[in-house]
């Protein structure tokens, strides 16, 4: 069972880590503003559905934390606990930018954006590559 005055303070210090409003918060989950205020005065008690939001929303929130204040906030991304398997012989993941590969291959990309932009019967304003990690970029090719 879930102490909601320890996890009301828990709540509250998620959003001063990431400096949110109540409002702000609500609205990150896709949640009513009204649920978030009514859970942090303490008048209803939180849905499982609102954990797993927080959850997959802040993926830096533990969910042991969260419920039973367990565990560290924000949580450690090198995690070696029971539950968790590491495989030590692999080599770190690194970013997109940082391979000389991923890097070649998206000249490459672009290369053959241009020659498609240059056979098109429309003028192509702008092209945005999105990727997982929330970055994107944005080429615009010249005239």
Do not use: C
Not at 84 to 98: A, G, H, I
């Amino acid at each position: 069972m879930i102490n909601t005055e320890y996890f009301i303070k828990r709540l509250q210090t998620l959003l001063q880590h990431y400096g949110l409003t109540a409002s702000a918060f609500a609205d990150s989950l896709n949640v009513q503003r009204s649920s978030v205020s009514h859970i942090v005065s303490g008048r209803n008690k939180p849905s499982l559905d609102f954990v797993l939001k927080i959850v997959h929303a802040y993926p830096e929130v533990d969910l042991q934390w969260l419920l039973n204040g367990k565990g560290n906030f924000p949580k450690e991304t090198q995690s070696t606990s029971e539950n968790t398997f590491v495989n030590k012989s692999e080599e770190p993941q690194s970013s997109l930018f940082e391979k000389k590969e991923a890097t070649e291959n998206l000249s490459i990309k672009v290369d053959r954006l241009q020659n498609l932009h240059a056979t098109a019967n429309g003028d192509i304003e702008q092209i945005v590559f999105f990727y997982k990690n929330g970055q994107f970029k944005i080429y615009k090719p010249s005239d």
